[in-house]
């Protein structure tokens, strides 16, 4: 049994999509968040500047001692990751490698689409891991870079005109492509699902990765001998580095829970 927390960050909201399924997942386990909201999106910046951020994020974590970190976020994961299991003596969790085993099981026909951040598309990781895990696959990749501001700004709804038609531009291609899988590549998109999904349709299985993440976290502590035994509820606490009014109203409509007073504002320069 090891009661410490885990630590879980993302660019800003869209890591709670992850936070939100191993809080379901695993109720007794003490979960801290942080988002980098003073510097989203991730998606347009270089690796040299992505490898900085995910050192000071994954820095203010481990002031709680946790006993693992999860990258609630495609482009770090993509970008980052393999830089962050070599310097940490935790076990550090991305959402390529869970997301691409869902997709290569999920696909019947061997086609899957990929939509995420211009840095995401750029590294090549999920096509790489799909290819291995499913030789042969075809990937339909799209870079959608405002679909991360559209969300962080509650614009994520269907019936949102804005949403809608930024959505259909982006996933054209990908649906002419004829997937039967689409992997939602980077935690803020499972926050557009119901658009996604009414766009690409029925015959189309929607992979959220902050979802495969979580049960694949889930799985490595109970291998690890890791997970809290205790009784009871875990405590939340949630982290931002900039204003917390906007990211509380939009967390507590999206995890159900109030948690306005319940964040706190850090300088994530200080890490």
């Not at 962050?84 to 019947?108: D, W």
């Not at 969300?151 to 997937?179: C, F, M, W």
Request: aromatic share 6%; charged share 20%.
């Amino acid at each position: 049994m090891d009661a410490r927390p885990i630590g879980v960050f993302d660019s800003g909201l869209g890591g709670l999509t992850a936070l939100r399924e191993l809080a379901r997942l695993m109720p007794e386990e003490d979960l801290v968040y942080f988002g980098d909201t003073s510097r989203v999106p991730y998606g347009s910046r270089s690796k040299e500047t992505l490898v900085k951020y995910a050192r000071q994020d994954a820095a203010f974590l481990r002031t709680f001692d946790p006993k693992a970190i999860v990258i609630a976020c495609g482009t770090v994961s993509t970008t980052a990751l393999d830089v962050l299991q070599a310097e940490s003596g935790i076990p550090i969790f991305g959402v390529v490698e869970s997301a691409a085993q869902a997709a290569a099981q999920l696909t019947k026909n061997g086609r899957v689409g990929l939509i995420g951040t211009h840095a995401s598309i750029r590294s090549g990781a999920y096509e790489r891991a799909l290819e291995r895990l499913r030789p042969g696959v075809r990937v339909t990749a799209r870079a959608c870079p405002l679909l991360v501001p559209l969300v962080e700004n509650g614009r994520s709804q269907p019936g949102d005109i804005v949403a809608e038609t930024v959505a259909a531009e982006y996933l054209a291609p990908v649906k002419a492509a004829g997937v039967d899988a689409l992997i939602l590549g980077c935690t803020h998109y499972p926050l557009m699902k119901a658009v996604i999904g009414a766009y690409m349709g029925p015959g189309v299985a929607l992979v959220d990765v902050g979802e495969q993440c979580a049960r694949w976290v889930r799985r490595q502590l109970e291998l690890d001998g890791l997970r809290n035994g205790r009784p009871g509820a875990g405590r939340h606490r949630y982290y931002v580095s900039d204003s917390t009014e906007d990211f509380s109203a939009l967390a507590s409509v999206f995890l159900g829970e109030d948690v306005r007073g319940g964040v706190e504002q850090i300088d994530i320069t200080a890490y």
